[in-house]
């Protein structure tokens, strides 16, 4: 069974998160396929237990507009029962875009993986990444 991480990144730090989450459910057994969000299908999530999101912090602390919200707002919609992980990186405030996906997802009925997203200030450092490993050894099984 394959586990998806679906991104969207404009500068490359979400990109190297995504593929920190494969290294995390590749190392746990699992079979990771990674994706920019215009090349996802929310009808592949739909059969999947579990899969990843990521999206970095835009404009006043949101989720990038164009493609990732609307992706979203339909991930959503198949959300209950699945356990999803979130991640992103921002260059301001205190991580409140990923608090609110957080409890969208969980409103939705996900269980969020790890409990929280994953985030980093910027590029992400190796604790960062070592998180996000994690986050994707938490999706599989």
């Known amino acids: ?27 746990a057994g699992g079979t990771a396929v990674v994706k920019t969000v215009d090349q996802a299908s929310v009808d592949e999530l739909a059969s999947a237990a579990s899969f990843a999101l990521g999206c970095p912090a835009m404009g006043a602390e949101e ?32 991580g409140e875009w990923m608090r609110n996906w957080v409890d969208q997802m969980k409103a939705a009925g996900a269980t969020i993986a790890c409990g929280e997203g994953v985030i980093a200030n910027e590029a992400p450092d190796d604790e960062a990444l070592a998180a996000c490993e994690a986050l994707g050894k938490a999706l599989v099984g």
């Open 63 to 94: 989720l990038e507009d164009a493609e990732m919200a609307p992706f979203v707002e339909e991930v959503c919609k198949i959300a209950s029962g699945k356990k999803i992980g979130l991640f992103g990186s921002y260059g301001w405030g205190d």
């Open 1 to 27: 069974m394959n586990t998806y991480v679906i991104y969207w990144s404009q500068t490359g730090n979400t990109e190297a998160m995504a593929e920190a989450v494969k290294k995390g459910i590749n190392a």
